[in-house]
């Protein structure tokens, strides 16, 4: 298929980027008030750091696969949630999270996610 308008964006695995993490795929979308990154992570990867945002907020949403992380106000809790294909998270500005395990699924062994930063982070905008 040959899309070309400017506003849509489908599905192409040649427009993914590896990162500096090992596993760590992703494709990112810019508009002038949000940013959509979506993440291709092989299942069993490491790199997630326990970190928060002060200027930008993050919705995050699974497609594939599981993740495991902590998300919380306090960096030293320890309590862990585990969000399915279709569950959902936010992490309001100045919010702890990471530390994340993530699980593949059963066909491609990838956790993806769909990540919505407002507004858009400068370091993903080469990306």
Known sequence: MNFTNQYCY????DLFVDTDRDGFRRRVIT???LQLCFWRIAGGAT??????????EQLGIIVR?????RINDD????????????EAYIAPKGVWHGDSVFIGDDEYGECWILDVFAPPR??????
């Open 10 to 13: 489908f599905y192409e695995d």
């Open 47 to 56: 790199g997630s750091f326990l970190h928060r945002h002060e200027d930008h």
């Open 65 to 69: 696969g599981k993740l495991d992380f």
């Open 75 to 86: 960096p030293d809790s320890t309590e862990r949630v585990v969000l399915g294909e279709g």
């Open 122 to 127: 400068d370091d993903l905008l080469a990306g």
């Open 31 to 33: 508009g002038d008030g």
